[in-house]
């Protein structure tokens, strides 16, 4: 499989402010006097932001782009480059309704083909008019096992005020993950920070000035649907984001920072800097921003029901199972509780993923989670955020869904499971053992931590005995909010071999220098 990269981005968008305009113009999209003339002077759309594709299978996929103006999206695909004998896919009518971003689903794609195709915006009042063609490419989803799977994750993005830094050529870790050329990428949320402004500038511990690209949106924190939309905006702005989305296609989750720190439902916020207090209200807008801005095919205009959660079949190797540990969740608490039929999953999610784990016949099953399940992460002096809450003993709280979940797969007897998460802003890789746990009635597994891409670096928090955790590796800085200029930034790796079906896991840094390596066996119940 080979992917070669699209052709060169349009390089400019005239939203900076300040001084920063001049240095920043390789990371902003063109539009206006940098585009070509002809497109400019004509007054046909523009597609400056890219495009990406999202949720691939065997046989469809989701695309998306963003225009300056109302227009009618086309996509065209074909097996070359050169689109001879391209099939054409007429998209929705894209308006200011959705911010002006159109997803078009393709269906009827060969399985196991590299997909290449463009999009293109037409004036809805004269379809001769069209704009310059955006590209990109992705490869569909086998049906046999022979070519193998690898695919990469991380997330958040954006976060402590680390935004795009022109001093450092934007987001370089995405140029380095795209040449690694993976099947797709998995974010594991924390794809914005809506409660994170972004500053022009940030003096550094040692003195030095970190740059930030800014736009107005993003000057303050995000409560206006306007405002949500403008920060899932502002990642495109960077040029190794949008190169990136056109090779490679994502799956995608949210987890808080797409609305608030550590937000749960029903809660009332307690900050100063906002106005609107109803974290409900919060969400609701910044989920519609996610699903203007990601082409998931559970969420509108894909799917009514509007879940996150969801499982991609990524052919007989690999079921991609993702979570949504945000909106379902109770309370933050200090979580001691010894009945909690809610947790962190919610009832009917957590039947879901017991049902969709059973009827899956991939030999792994990937169960991309927001959260880690044992580091302790703390809300505060007495409430916890994620899973653990560092009591050693028997499971209490949230961890109770936790233990159902596992000791169904033990007792179903589901092979090859494996648990990929971020959020905590450093990597590591844990075991869990029930000979080491308080809760014996579960398979071991293996749970492996990455991220951040573009945020500060946070220290390590403590591990959480109830799942017998064993840290085989981990690396952190030993302070809180290190820049990017001064930790490195963390994505994994997961390969699995098409002949064998073993599954290696390689944890790297910005660079792609491999951190830690582990090889596992396929046909094990947990693993």
């Known amino acids: 499989m080979s992917h070669r990269p699209p052709s060169s981005l349009p390089g400019r968008r005239g939203v900076l402010r300040g001084s920063l305009a001049a240095s920043a113009s390789l990371a902003l999209p063109a ?3 940098a585009a070509a003339p002809a497109f400019a002077l004509s007054g046909r759309p523009k597609a400056a932001w890219g495009a990406q594709a999202g949720d691939v299978g065997a046989h469809s996929g989701l695309i998306w782009t963003r225009s300056d103006r109302p227009a ?5 695909t074909s097996a070359t480059e050169s689109f001879r004998r391209a099939t054409r896919w007429h998209g929705p009518l894209i308006g200011a309704g959705t911010d002006f971003t159109g997803t078009t689903r393709l269906r009827g794609l060969p399985p196991g083909e590299q997909i290449h195709y463009r ?3 037409a004036d809805p009042d004269d379809p001769r008019r069209t704009g310059e063609p955006v590209t990109g490419t992705f490869r569909t989803t086998p049906v046999g096992r022979r070519d193998g799977v690898r695919f990469l994750w991380s997330g958040d993005i954006a976060g402590q005020g680390w935004g795009i830094n022109p001093d450092l050529g934007g987001y370089r870790v995405y140029e380095d993950m795209r040449a690694l050329n993976p099947d797709f990428f998995l974010c594991s949320g924390d794809n914005i920070y809506a409660d994170g402004p972004i500053l022009p500038s940030v003096t550094l511990p040692d003195g030095r000035v970190w740059r930030n690209v800014t736009t107005e949106e993003k000057s303050k924190v995000a409560e206006t649907l306007a405002e949500f939309r403008g920060a899932f905006r502002y990642n495109l702005l960077d040029e190794n984001l949008r190169r990136f989305n056109a090779q490679v296609p994502s799956i995608v989750q949210w987890d808080d920072h797409e609305v608030h720190n550590n937000w749960y439902p029903g809660q009332i916020l307690d900050d100063a800097r906002y106005t609107e207090k109803d974290t409900n209200v919060l969400a609701a807008r910044s989920l519609r921003a996610f699903s203007e801005y990601f082409p998931v095919s559970t969420l509108p205009p894909g799917d009514d029901e509007g879940r996150v959660y969801r499982v991609l079949r990524q052919g007989p190797l690999l079921d991609v199972f993702v979570l949504d540990m945000r909106s379902y969740r109770n309370a933050n608490s200090p979580g001691r509780q010894p009945d909690d039929a809610t947790g962190i999953l919610g009832a009917r999610q957590l039947a879901w993923l017991k049902r969709e784990l ?8 990937v169960i991309a989670s927001d959260m880690p399940l044992g580091l302790v992460v703390a809300d505060g002096k007495v409430n916890f955020e994620a899973v653990a809450q560092g009591d050693p003993g028997a499971p209490l709280g949230r961890e109770l869904q936790i233990a159902e979940l596992l000791r169904h797969i033990k007792h ?12 905590v802003h450093y990597t590591s890789a844990q075991h869990y053992d029930p000979s080491r746990a ?17 945020a500060g670096g946070f220290q390590a928090v ?4 109830t799942f017998g955790p064993e840290q085989s590796f981990i690396k952190a800085p030993d302070r809180a909010n290190t820049s990017p200029m001064e930790t490195p930034q963390y994505f994994g790796e997961v390969d699995i071999d ?30």
């Open 31 to 33: 539009v206006g006097a």
């Open 72 to 76: 009618r999206m086309i996509v065209e």
């Open 119 to 121: 999009v293109v915006l």
């Open 358 to 365: 059973s009827r899956s016949r991939a030999v792994w099953k």
């Open 412 to 423: 179903d007897r589901i092979t090859g499971t494996l648990w990929l998460t971020a959020d």
């Open 438 to 454: 308080a809760f014996q009635d579960f398979e071991p597994f293996w749970e492996f931590v990455s991220g951040p891409l573009a």
């Open 462 to 465: 403590k591990l959480d005995a």
């Open 498 to 527: 098409g002949g064998s079906g073993e599954l290696t896991v390689r944890l790297r840094q910005q660079g792609g220098d491999v951190l830690f390596s582990k090889v596992l066996q396929p046909g094990r119940v947990g693993q």
